[in-house]
């Protein structure tokens, strides 16, 4: 079983920034695939980034493409997310997954076998 906790969520002004963490259980974790979604209230969760084990496979959804940057550090079992040039519009709460099905169909979340318990970003305007 991977557990994966986030952090670095908080409150933040519109145009700020944020770095989130997801520091995972176990080791395996560095041959997953990983992403980010997030979950703003009466809204179901959505694709944020995603990046394949070695780094080498990485996107965004279209709506924080230039302002987002997803990277991992396989040798401490952790996945990061830069948000730079923060929107309203980005409150959320995110969550980071893990599988070990492989790169396809990273936007989906239903791809995914591991989740966090989520950390919550709230931008003010």
């Known amino acids: 079983q991977v557990q994966l906790v986030e952090s670095g969520g908080g409150l933040v002004p519109a145009g700020g920034s944020l770095r989130l963490s997801c520091v995972a259980s176990?080791?395996?974790?560095?041959?997953?695939?990983m992403g980010w979604f997030r979950q703003a209230p009466g809204k179901t969760r959505e694709f944020v980034a995603a990046?394949?084990?070695?780094?080498?496979?990485?996107e965004y959804t279209d709506s924080v493409k230039g302002r987002f940057t997803i990277s991992r550090d396989n040798d401490k079992n952790t996945l990061f997310l830069q948000m730079n040039s923060l929107k309203p519009e980005d409150t959320a709460v995110y969550y980071c997954?893990?599988?070990?099905?492989?790169?396809?169909?990273?936007?989906?979340?239903?791809?995914?076998?591991?989740w966090g318990q989520g950390t919550q970003v709230t931008v003010s305007s």
């Open positions: 176990v080791d395996t974790v560095s041959n997953y695939k």
């Open positions: 990046i394949n084990w070695t780094g080498g496979r990485i």
């Open positions: 997954g893990a599988s070990r099905r492989g790169y396809g169909s990273a936007w989906n979340r239903g791809s995914y076998d591991y």
